[in-house]
DNA sequence: GTGGTCTAGACCACG
DNA sequence: GTGGTCTAGACCACT
């Protein structure tokens, strides 16, 4: 279900903060799930216990996953739609930045906006 | 004419290229024309020489400008529309990326291409 | 009458405590009132009986209830309004810690007292 | 001007944190100021360099400081006022416990705002 | 068992 | 020089 990819530039807390969502967007974790401990992941992907931690520590800053005492991790039960200011101007930011990149490339408007709708769809069950 | 943000934590040598394609886009800058020799961006810009050299090198492989030695930089005179596969494919996969974050924050695919169109048509004609 | 909040960062028998001291400030609990014993407040609430021992221990230590072998637990009879100097001392180092929080949030002096007063009142009597 | 207390059950991380605050809010340190690197501050402290990092990384999350790439770390120019929701309200619910304590304690709403405006005043500068 | 914190190293990109 | 990331261990409190 988890699985890092070494060639990515992306660090690895950052890859499993981003499977994680994307398992959430997909559905295949729903509200309440429990997910492998740090150490179990840990294990599975062969990382060490702090560099899924540290995933785990954003992702519960984001309200994707909640931490229980002693019991576990899970998928948050009321996943948040109020993103903050921050993380909205930093996600505007990257997304100008990709499509200036796309633009360069000979993309139209459309084209990008059919990307767009394609990923979404993939993602939306 | 360019500007960097020091605390942004986008790198500066790559604010550097992106706002070199920024101006391009928007056609403030065209084919042939001249742009600053890496000594005089830098001390406009207040950063080293390294660092604009090493923007100057990624728009060079990008095919953004062209050296000519002993004349000077200038905008690439046939700006390369067909990207490599690879550069495509990383674009998409960023652009994967922020269309999974932005869901996350609760966005719909129509939220995110008016986004998309927003910040196309500020780029310009 | 006690309710527990899984997801809360506060440990489960901090919460007890907590709670606990919220009734009797409340009057809701009274001097010689009888509390539920360990393991009947531990299935009310769903957590394990050592966690509820380990509030009542704290709470024993701090004078707030007493156990009489043989008959349960009560309110003590005389609660100790005198702290030692380690607690008080305690106390105001979590207070100054919160007060420069809300101080770096941009709230005035004023505005703390506001707050203050108001979760006091809603403390009642 | 830093100095972790071993007694204390905080983090230390979350010490450096609050201590950094400390030196903002009482003027210590004004905006812009540099402070010491991750590096020469864990040799200062006895502590190592990845808890400074952690300590400074979440500063700079609440917009106390600012990182510049390769260059060094500064107090933020602008300390940020709105703080958001999700740290606010954590303030608050630390306050509403620490008031219902000193309650206990005997103290009524009045002594509690002087406690309030003493530490405020102290630390005001 | 769980997550949280910390140590004592290391390598990397950036400037 | 700087901060960012990661490893491979360890100890702790909580349940």
Known sequence: ????????SKAIYEQII????????KGNLKEGDAIPSVRKLALE??????TVAKAYQELER????????GK?????SKIEFKPNED??????GKLQSIV???KMMGYSDKDICGMVNNI??????
């Open 45 to 50: 992907m062969n990382v060490t216990p702090g």
């Open 120 to 125: 979404y769809k993939e993602l939306g069950q």
């Open 72 to 76: 576990g991790t899970f998928i948050a």
């Open 100 to 102: 200036l990149e796309l």
């Open 18 to 25: 981003e499977q994680m969502k994307y398992h959430v967007a």
């Open 62 to 69: 984001q309200h994707v996953i909640e931490t229980i005492r």
């Open 87 to 92: 993380r909205l101007m930093e996600a505007k």
């Open 1 to 8: 279900m988890f699985s890092i990819n070494a060639k990515d």
